[in-house]
């Protein structure tokens, strides 16, 4: 891709996965873009935090080249330790990536244009057309970008294209409202029982998520709220009980939940990032437990990995 682009918005997508039969219905091409205005203690994405271009350094594939001291000119490189980075100092140039022979180095983010990645969606457009798939957009949190996708998702939809958004709805609903009309459905991110629980483990209270919530009811807009198990934070039954009570007020009647996963805690060494390590066990939940404290509520649940 281009570093420099002049012609209208630009956007930092982190990673593109084309051929996935998760996240929407058929064959659909992922796109996660940059930036999220949550930061939850089992991010699955830390490197989606930052809405710039970032870099990370995998330890176990470096060398000892040198390479990467060699051509940065910001002083952001050091030999002497096991972390080669001084976040400090870097300023995401990705020099160093390019010159490094062995992948240890890797820019996370890169600018595309509209154009750019309305060719990257459509490659795989025949696929969708079989199997009744789509574009997903993800993240990070995809409406913070909603300039871009003004632009993007009416280019995507001359297409035939279906379109789902996955979001946490932590943004002012004006942000949302005008790409309504080019989305065919939201997976909606819910993640804890109330205020202070989002504070706690997002870094910020739920009130503006509700309203996008309430906004998007009331339309009756086509969506799926997806609760991520996070074993002991949001499993316990009377966190249950009060999700569910919150759901109910929305006239929801069911939910997905997402099976709690590990994959993560191998990148913070990686990045410059305050998440940490929480060490709970993926044995640290009964799932049947979980799921029928839903039912109790009248809430049905659906596990998915
Ligand atoms: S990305 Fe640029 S500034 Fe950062 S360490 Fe590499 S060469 Fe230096
Ligand atoms: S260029 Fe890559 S392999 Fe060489 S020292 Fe730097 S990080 Fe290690």
Redesign the pocket.
């Known amino acids: 891709m281009n570093s420099e682009k002049t012609d209208g918005p630009v956007s930092i997508i982190f990673d593109i996965q084309r051929f996935s039969i998760h996240d929407g219905p058929g064959i659909r091409t992922l796109i996660f873009f940059k930036g999220c205005s949550l930061s939850c203690a089992w991010c699955q994405n830390p490197e989606s935090i930052k809405m710039k271009p970032e870099?990370a350094f995998y330890t176990d594939c470096c060398i000892g080249c040198g390479n990467?001291l060699k051509?940065?000119?910001?002083g952001?490189?050091s030999m002497q330790s096991d972390q080669r980075?001084a976040w400090d100092?870097?300023?995401?140039?990705?020099?160093?990536?390019r010159e490094c022979p062995a992948d240890a180095?890797r820019?996370v983010g890169t600018q595309y244009s509209v154009s750019e990645l309305i060719q990257e969606s459509l490659r795989d457009k025949d696929f969708y057309d079989v199997s009744d798939g789509g574009i997903t957009l993800s993240g990070g949190e995809p409406v913070l970008h909603s300039e871009f996708l003004l632009s993007f998702l009416p280019e995507l939809k001359k297409h035939d294209i279906h379109i789902l958004l996955e979001t946490a709805g932590n943004y002012p609903f004006l942000m949302l409202e005008p790409l309504l009309p080019f989305l065919d459905h939201i997976y909606f991110d819910y993640k804890l029982p109330d205020d202070q629980a989002y504070q706690n483990h997002t870094g910020k209270g739920n009130q503006q998520i509700l309203k996008v919530l309430h906004a998007l009811t009331d339309r009756g807009f086509p969506l799926t709220v997806r609760i991520p198990v996070v074993p002991g934070i949001n499993t316990e039954s009377h966190q249950i009980k009060i999700i569910c009570d919150t759901l109910h007020s929305f006239n929801i009647k069911d939910v997905n939940l997402l099976k709690y996963n590990r994959l993560w805690e191998a990148k913070i060494p990686r990045l410059d990032t305050r998440q940490k390590v929480l060490h709970i066990s993926t044995d640290a939940v009964d799932y049947d437990q979980v799921t029928d404290g839903f039912c109790k509520h009248d809430i049905k649940a659906i596990l998915s990995e």
């Open positions: 870099i990467c051509v940065c000119t910001e952001a490189v980075i100092k870097c300023v995401a140039c990705g020099l160093c990536a180095l820019l």
